[in-house]
T-cell receptor, first 115, second 112 residues
Framework: EAEVAQSPRYKITEKSQAVAFWCDPI?????LYWYRQILGQGPELLVQ????????DSQLPKDRFSAERLKGVDSTLKIQPAELGDSAMYLC?????????????FGAGSRLTVL | QKEVEQNSGPLSVPEGAIASLNCTYS??????FFWYRQYSGKSPELIMS????GDKEDGRFTAQLNKASQYVSLLIRDSQPSDSATYLC????????????FGQGTTLQVKP
């Protein structure tokens, strides 16, 4: 069964440090999402890509977060500098399209702890 | 008002009972609705999707949609301890990006 690959699974860092997460979506999935899930809350969309283009980054804290999907396949989410409030699970998901019945498949997630 | 609202729970039911999980949404023209299950420390996994008013059954799970009331629910029959998890309701945005908007999730505890 095809999977969304994410790394690292766990990351502990000190505040003000830089951190990066990587995601490889299911082959053929044009739409890639980065969600952030704070403990006890539902996932919140940070950024959505259609192929290599950003189509929604309205909730991305652009002063410290950046995301790219240069060749329209895998993607990197970066935080610099990390803050205590960034501690969360960072979930990558992909879907064939972004409309109608197309479902999102999530990766295992990257758990970030900022000390 | 949040776009997708769920009672955070916990909802506690005895083994073998029916668990009923509810969700309301604010965008009247939403068309696609999803239920995800999330075990503690794990990522969400899709259980059910529903697009038309009425009921949709898949094994022990039934999703119910009422667009007039902007309400979607998930029923779990013959609940098992392995069903203990957080259940996330998600609604596809009607914006041109089609992003999924999630509720905060309802924690279900099934007691043996």
């Amino acid at each position: 069964e095809a999977e969304v690959a994410q790394s690292p699974r766990y990351k502990i860092t000190e505040k003000s440090q830089a951190v990066a997460f990587w995601c490889d979506p299911i082959s053929g999935h044009a739409t890639l999402y980065w969600y952030r899930q704070i403990l006890g809350q539902g996932p919140e969309l940070l950024v959505q890509f259609q192929d290599e283009s950003v189509v929604d980054d309205s909730q991305l804290p652009k002063d410290r977060f950046s995301a790219e999907r240069l060749k329209g396949v895998d993607s990197t989410l970066k935080i610099q500098p990390a803050e205590l409030g960034d501690s969360a699970m960072y979930l990558c998901a992909s879907s064939r399209l972004a409309t109608g019945a197309n479902v999102l498949t999530f990766g295992a997630g990257s758990r970030l702890t900022v000390l | 008002q949040k776009e997708v609202e769920q009672n955070s729970g916990p909802l506690s039911v005895p083994e073998g009972a029916i668990a009923s999980l509810n969700c309301t949404y604010s965008d009247r023209v939403s068309q696609s609705f999803f239920w995800y299950r999330q075990y503690s420390g794990k990522s969400p996994e899709l259980i059910m999707s529903i697009y038309s008013n009425g009921d949709k059954e898949d094994g022990r799970f039934t999703a119910q949609l009422n667009k007039a009331s902007q309400y979607v629910s998930l029923l779990i029959r013959d609940s098992q301890p392995s069903d203990s998890a957080t259940y996330l309701c998600a609604v596809r945005s009607t914006s041109n990006t089609g992003k999924l908007i999630f509720g905060q999730g309802t924690t279900l505890q099934v007691k043996p």
